[in-house]
């Protein structure tokens, strides 16, 4: 079974930057895709971002130019760094994985496992 947990959620003025870990446990990162979405109160869950196994990228387009995904197969762990925070940004963020899913398929199709998620908050 796979586990996911999110680490580096927190409180941060407009315009700072923060880095979010995701560690994976029960497999090993070489043959999963892995990537982070969000969702903010009352909204629904948005795509942000996914590696795939072979370190291809798809950003979602509110956080393009902004946010870099990368990951450590020695340590298993997906980070993504977030910099040029806005309010916006705010909402719970969600560590995911699949080892079927292509990288383009996360923004229409729901990844197998899911982590707990972090809280961000970006205040004004």
């Known amino acids: 079974q796979v586990q996911l947990v999110e680490s580096g959620g927190g409180l941060v003025q407009a315009g700072g930057s923060l880095r979010l870990s995701c560690a994976a446990s029960?497999?090993?990162?070489?043959?999963?895709?892995m990537g982070w979405f969000r969702q903010a109160p009352g909204k629904e869950r948005e795509f942000v971002a996914v590696?795939?196994?072979?370190?291809?990228?798809v950003y979602g387009d509110s956080v393009l130019g902004r946010f870099t995904i990368s990951k450590t197969d020695a340590e298993n762990t997906v980070y993504l760094q977030m910099n040029s925070l806005k309010p916006e940004d705010t909402a719970v963020y969600y560590c995911?994985?699949?080892?079927?899913?292509?990288?383009?398929?996360?923004?229409?199709?729901?990844?197998?496992?899911w982590g707990e998620g972090t809280q961000v908050s970006v205040s004004s």
């Open positions: 995911a994985a699949d080892d079927l899913l292509r990288g383009v398929d996360w923004p229409q199709i729901s990844p197998a496992y």
């Open positions: 029960g497999h090993t990162l070489t043959s999963y895709s």
């Open positions: 590696i795939s196994w072979s370190g291809d990228t």
